[in-house]
């Protein structure tokens, strides 16, 4: 039976099986070959296997930051890296501008900017639903919870809690932006688009609004009994200590403490949880 194979053919196969040291050309015939001894001609091919995997793995290193440039178009749709205060700032604003139906927002320090209230105005003007969750201690600061009650007067949702898992602000079901990492500094956001995350982060959101008590559009030390327990019910459900309810209402903490105790005791309350549970079921967050 005939192989089919030329002398030419013939004489490169051997050629290359020589280049891997399996056969030798003898000297003095070079029509002749002979195979090369198994363990010298395998040790050798072994060898150049070893060396070309090794070449290889060293690649894997390129390879992945091939794949990883290839995939960066699908990521960079979903989310975006914003650097830099001023870089966050602005964005933010044009996410404000760009807001059709709703605005979410968890308020908590730090701040990179003082609170545009004009903008929001506007925003409420032209029917935008804003909803803000603040934790306690960004309203701490003496004249802030009047500036929230202002807005609120314009038409905005707030509500208070004594803790927030993060800083988080959502426009409509298009976007939302909260801090890459937690800390005294912020110094990079991340941008996230319509996806399952942005589901994710309107869930959590909804879920810690149905928890936060309401922020009372009147109050101040000046108002009747009625509306000023309405506003240290308040205060106290979201956390605020007596000195900082103190700072709100512009009284002494020994005023504040006896409102407490006043309060405790019509609510038939012991601590202060009593209390704000016994309020919340009567209707009077």
């Not at 090369?36 to 060898?47: C, Q, S, T, Y």
């Not at 794949?67 to 975006?80: F, G, N, S, V, W």
């Not at 919870?145 to 949702?157: F, K």
Request: with cysteine; net charge neutral.
């Amino acid at each position: 039976m005939e192989l089919g194979i030329t002398a030419d053919r013939a004489e490169q196969l051997l050629t290359a099986l020589a280049q891997q040291g399996l056969v030798t050309r003898h000297d003095g015939d070079p029509a002749r070959w002979s195979a090369a001894a198994p363990d010298v001609a395998v040790e050798a091919l072994l060898l150049r296997r070893e060396e070309e995997l090794l070449r290889t793995r060293g690649r894997v290193g390129e390879l992945m930051r091939a794949y990883r440039r290839a995939q960066q178009p699908q990521t960079t749709d979903l989310m975006e890296v914003v650097t830099g205060q001023a870089a966050i700032a602005e964005r933010w604003r044009q996410m404000q501008d760009g807001a059709r139906r709703h605005l979410m927002l968890f308020d908590k320090p730090p701040h990179i900017s003082p609170t545009d209230t004009e903008l929001e105005r506007s925003l409420l003007a032209r029917s935008v639903r804003i909803r803000a969750v603040y934790e306690a201690g960004s309203v701490s600061a003496p004249g802030r919870l009047a500036e929230i009650r202002e807005v609120v007067a314009a038409g905005e949702e707030a509500r208070l809690l004594p803790r927030l898992p993060c800083k988080l602000a959502m426009v409509d079901d298009r976007w939302a932006m909260l801090p890459v990492a937690t800390g005294s500094e912020l110094q990079a956001a991340v941008l996230v688009r319509a996806s399952s995350l942005l589901d994710a982060l309107t869930g959590m959101f909804e879920a810690y609004w149905h928890r936060a008590v309401r922020v009372p559009d009147t109050g101040g030390p000046t108002l009747g009994t009625g509306n000023r327990r309405g506003e240290l019910l308040t205060l106290l459900s979201a956390g605020f200590t007596d000195d900082s309810i103190a700072r709100q209402l512009g009284v002494s903490p020994r005023t504040v403490q006896r409102w407490v105790h006043e309060v405790m005791d019509d609510l038939g309350a012991r601590t202060r949880f009593q209390a704000g549970i016994q309020a919340a079921r009567a209707g009077l967050l």
